[in-house]
């Protein structure tokens, strides 16, 4: 891998080449608008693509969503669908991976490629029993010790959705603008 140069500047953040066929991040019924602000701002710093399957517990307009999503809303891509069973019949080029604090198999054993959807529960339940039951060869989670129930949402994206970027090679080439 290729060092940057550290020389601290006032310019000039670390960037990446974003994918030509992005990650999708799908949120199952969201319960806490600041998470799905702070998701939407991750999926624009990744470039990957927002979706709401399912209704969420708040309006999207709330303003606890667009103050975590900061002034970023207008460059988001963002889709919504009535349930996760009409976002799975009309995504059937994206292969599937769900995440849940009750998986077996942890997220590094993820073959991720671009264009993947990476599919998370609500806050308070995580996905539903049927979806387990249904995609439990597809299903994963992040090791956590026997202290939490499970992570932060917000957390759980950027922690699977980095990691995916990272498989693919996004991080190997990147700049300083």
Excluded at 60 to 65: I, Y
């Amino acid at each position: 891998m290729k060092r940057i140069d550290n020389t601290f500047t006032e310019e000039g953040r670390i960037r990446f080449e974003p994918p030509k066929n992005p990650f999708k991040v799908v949120l199952v019924e969201p319960e806490i608008p600041l998470n799905t602000g702070s998701i939407a701002r991750l999926c624009v710093a990744t470039s990957s693509i927002l979706v709401i399957a399912g209704e969420p517990s708040f309006s999207l307009d709330s303003s606890d969503v667009k103050r975590a999503g900061v002034d970023y809303w207008d460059h988001l891509k963002f889709e919504r669908y009535n349930s996760i069973d009409e976002y799975v019949s009309k995504n059937l080029d994206s292969r599937l991976f769900f995440f849940s604090a009750k998986a077996k198999t942890p997220y590094t054993l993820c073959d991720f490629r671009c264009g993947d959807s990476l599919i998370f529960g609500k806050e308070s339940t995580g996905l539903p029993h049927e979806i387990l039951n249904k995609y439990r060869d597809n299903l994963f989670g992040i090791p956590t010790t026997d202290r939490v129930r499970s992570l932060n949402l917000s957390n759980a994206v950027s922690i699977v959705l980095y990691e995916a970027l990272r498989r693919n090679g996004f991080f190997e080439k990147v700049y300083i603008s």
